[in-house]
């Protein structure tokens, strides 16, 4: 069955090399279904893009076949078939460099294929037989040591010798990215504003602990050991994080805020004040990555009255934890992940609370999130059936964003089955719950990266009311002692937490460069979906994340530890190659059809 | 052919287990040759014990078999044949524990076994699927976040609540071990007098990088990343250290003296006074582990007028690299690997150097190490034929020491003869080479855990003059500006460093706790192999270390990386043991042959 599998792929692979070789593109496109879908993450497009159906494919093909000279295609282990759908992985050349693919074959024509460059030729990550001996033994006048070299690089490094990329932002985006640019030999430096690497989780409110489980959450190069707990409390990363800075060695000037960045397309350098501990340095970087988390700037909503409120309110980005609010009556605005967190953790320590619920939340409990959704792919069973951190990503992948929603729709549907009675006696209690058209929490993250609640408690105390719920109503002003609703209602607050969510990254870039910089590579995230929060048209893939922007030599890096892990290894090639001048022509950037 | 082996291996386990089953000891010993060997770390003697020869290992399951129960004997993969030597590997099961094991038979009859405690029944280490969570879900009063319990533990633990095992020395050692019993949850205290983890390394010469080659040297449960270098900067590995001791959340307190050590056996705990940053704190713990270095005390001989000298005089360990004496005369007296490096990097500092060589030395060039010597377990070829890092530390444990330097013979052999040309060279220069009855290196450090240098350059610079030699002397006595010695000679000198050695890691128990104790456990490490610097009589295994002493609730820990990583975990499992009150009889505990 696997060996019939296993010709069949050959078979479709021959026949598409060949139309490749002989540039046949109306034959390659014939291989494959209509609509089928090529999604290519650099390798050919220099570019993160999905071809939907056999006109954007050729498109594709008649654009960069004759640059990217496909070659080399062949099976990577034998193929699979199941449910009708054959699936097999690839490896394959191109004139640079090296490639890894996947594909869905449905009788003998491709429904889906992925192609990725993981290496270029030449520039290989020195590991394993080809890593650093370390020493040059024998005797050599003028020698320096590892700390001289280091200690003489950090002191010279962005004075003397000025990085080739900046990367601003030193969470687990920006050291993972750093990391592997330092494998790949670019010059690279990264800024944050504050004090340690891993300060960003430090500060955070006191009850965090990571909403995904440790096996999707692997840094590059550096896996977790094996007795690393299933939710890492927020701290506890940050430890990690700073201790992964410092073994990588990576080039990390903390305490440095940016000031400003201006481009100089004709030297193509940017200019870039940033102030390191109080002092202002001037940096010329040829590549400034932000990486400043996807979720971009909090928004607060300024509430008619707020200026007279006589407590404490802020922002959840801001809240310390509920420790300094014991006795106090608090209000949360918002009804997603946070919010859900902030006021468990206020219930807690004591504090009376009450959430304002807006709009509807798909709610998922992280149990049911981790055994039906996540768990396929990472989990210590999936480990033990073959599927290794890297092959993970891979899989997740080489799913188009078009055809996710109905690959998760029965995932999904079996949580909801499962879940039914948690469901009911969530709605009965008077949450408002939203289903996102079935397509499960996944969807909803990459359509707004918010809308949800991971559920890891907070929902059984909104059911038997340890947690007030005050649902379907907006906020009408705030007064200096209460929370007013537009059903006419007022809350008492002594705090007021305002869980109301993040701008696009993009605003960044409006802080730190220009608001024209900002529109001009237009609104980050989001697929285009059409639905509530991501309006169209469709894109097919994440707006301006970890691929060229409109911006020259302006890069956004970010997402869950997952994505910072697979997408930042693009985004390093992306880097290298044009630190290394290989040709890097850029396949259908996409247009910008919002601002933010 | 492979299946045969399996056959016949399984043939003879269950001979082997039947006998065991039966008490027939008799049985079971006729299943030996005359002489077998059978190694037992722990499972079986509650000891680190090799018994050669029918009448030990009867003598050995007379007084063990009834408690320790053995069973559940199986093959773990297939057997091989090679040379008629039938290899494979089993597990087991005692009445306490899961063990593993190796065989080696000859002609159906056991030339060596080896067995191994590896997991107390019921206190598993929590791993992979059985990882803690890391945060319990739902709405908890009083609930202490991760570092909340983290901050509370660091301020009591040491006061409030005593650690059951305190670790004197925070090296690789001490730290290594720290972690196993952490996963083991014995609570554990790790005290080093240095500032921070890993200065220990970073406080040596500069120039020195571990002259183990990195497939040799990682830490229990967290692996060096695949690009790190071959062989590891000093500082570097300090950091590493560091990272380590903070991710792996071990007790640690820096900058903390022993002052006084002393036991009281009828309430079976120590009392040990440290000095904590200036403050003493009086510890109780119930089991003391010295792991300060194999090396022990650095012994520095005083020669008559050394009081007189008026240049610069320290002990190699206290030497800080050679920037300080450009220009400068320099006498370096021994021929170890410390001497070599410090005189190699002097002359790379401007200085003139000379090495006084007192007695013969082995030499074996590091690539010839490497390729033919311990890249056989320790390589990435030997990862790419599946001989893990943990599989490699089980097949260099299964050979018994005595039978080891015929084992390594024809290895050192061939070594020898692709570097005759290099040793004739050497020796032509006057040198003075010993081949150590061409057991090779590591016979030479089991002995004496000194007498070598790990070529890695300076033996060239002997060779052509960079570094001066005389050999062949002893040194007569120190004068103002000189070096007097045993031929009438003087060398000129504005500094001499003494890289003499060390003593036996009991000086450190007569430093710490009294020389009574020290004498009462005698000395560590070493064979009895009647070689030079290693006394008779045989003794099968290292004194005192990683097993019971002659002194209760002392333990020495300590060795290089790979034997820090591979021993630790059965000193680990004995104190787990005793910690939980699981009885622990200790078969033939040496007798004490030596005090230092």
Redesign the interface.
């Known amino acids: 069955m696997d060996g019939d599998a296993t010709r069949q792929a050959e078979a479709w692979l021959e026949a598409f090399e060949a139309a490749l070789g002989r540039r046949d593109v109306a034959g390659a496109v014939g291989l494959f279904e209509e609509p089928g879908y090529w999604r290519d993450l650099v390798a050919f497009t220099w570019n993160i893009r999905t071809m939907e159906g056999r006109a954007e494919i050729a498109s594709l093909l008649h654009a960069t076949l004759a640059a990217t000279r496909p070659m080399s295609w062949r099976l990577d282990g034998p193929a699979t078939m199941a449910g009708g759908i054959l699936e097999a992985w690839l490896v394959f050349e191109t004139a640079v460099g090296r490639g890894r693919g996947h594909v869905r074959l449905r009788d003998g024509r491709c429904w889906t294929l992925l192609t990725a460059l993981v290496e270029l030729k030449g520039f290989e990550?020195?590991?394993?037989?080809t890593?650093?001996?370390?020493?040059e033994?024998?005797?050599?006048?003028?020698?320096q040591?590892?700390?001289?070299r280091?200690e003489h690089d950090e002191a010279t490094f962005g004075h003397e010798r000025q990085p080739y990329c900046l990367i601003v932002g030193g969470g687990q985006g920006g050291l993972g990215l750093g990391a592997r640019l330092k494998?790949l030999g670019v010059p690279t430096l990264i800024v944050d504003a504050l004090a340690r690497p891993g300060d960003a989780w430090r500060r955070r409110y006191?009850?965090l602990?990571l909403h995904d489980p440790?096996w999707y959450d692997h840094m590059p190069?550096?896996p977790f050991?094996?007795?690393?707990?299933?939710?890492?409390?927020?701290?506890?990363m940050g430890?990690?994080l700073?201790?992964y800075c410092?073994?990588?060695?990576l080039n990390y000037w903390p305490s440095t805020r940016c000031r400003s960045a201006t481009y100089d397309a004709a030297a193509g350098e940017w200019t870039v004040v940033v102030e390191r501990e109080g002092a202002p340095v001037t940096l010329k970087p040829k590549q400034l990555v932000l990486a400043t988390g996807m979720s971009g700037v909090p928004l607060t909503p300024v509430f008619p009255g707020a200026e007279t409120f006589a407590g404490t309110q802020h922002h959840s980005s801001a809240h310390p934890g509920g420790a300094a609010f014991r006795g106090k009556t608090c209000v949360v605005i918002g009804s997603n992940n946070s919010a859900h967190d902030i006021a468990?953790d206020l219930?807690?320590h004591?504090a009376h609370v009450t959430m304002v619920q807006r709009s509807p939340t798909l709610v998922v409990r992280?149990?049911s999130l981790m055994t039906l959704a996540t768990g396929r792919l990472y989990s210590?069973e999936a480990l033990a059936a073959g599927i290794t951190t890297e092959k993970a990503d891979f899989i997740a992948a080489s799913v188009p964003f078009r055809l996710q929603p109905a690959m998760q729709r029965p995932i999904f549907e079996r949580i909801l089955e499962q879940d039914k009675a948690f469901y009911d006696r969530l709605r009965t209690s008077g949450f408002m719950l939203e289903f996102a058209d079935h397509a499960g929490l996944s969807a909803m993250y990459m359509r707004r990266g918010s809308g949800y609640y991971i559920d890891?408690?907070?929902s059984?105390?909104i059911m038997d009311g340890?947690i007030a719920l005050k649902a379907g109503v907006e906020v009408k002003g705030i007064e200096p002692r209460a929370v007013v609703l537009s059903d006419g209602s007022a809350l008492d607050a002594d705090l007021i937490v305002y869980a109301t969510g993040y701008g696009s990254m993009n605003g960044w870039a409006a802080q730190l460069i220009s608001q024209a910089v900002a529109d001009k590579v237009g609104k980050c995230w989001g697929l285009g979906s059409g639905t509530k929060g991501d309006p169209g048209p469709w894109e097919g893939e994440l707006r301006n994340m970890w691929k060229p922007t409109r911006q020259e030599a302006l890069w956004f890096h970010g997402g869950n530890l997952m994505q910072s892990r697979f997408f930042s290894q693009f985004l390093a090639l992306q880097l290298k190659a044009r630190f290394e001048a290989i040709p890097t022509p850029v396949h259908d950037l996409a247009e910008v059809h919002h601002r933010a």
Do not use: N, Q
Request: proline fraction near 8%.
């Open positions: 990550e020195p590991r394993g037989r890593r650093p001996k370390g020493i033994h024998g005797g050599f006048k003028g020698r040591s590892w700390l001289e280091k494998r006191r009850s602990c440790v190069y550096l050991p094996d007795h690393w707990p299933v939710f890492t409390p927020k701290d506890k430890d990690w700073e201790a410092r073994v990588m060695e468990a219930w807690e004591d992280s149990e210590e890891v408690g907070a059984e105390m340890r």
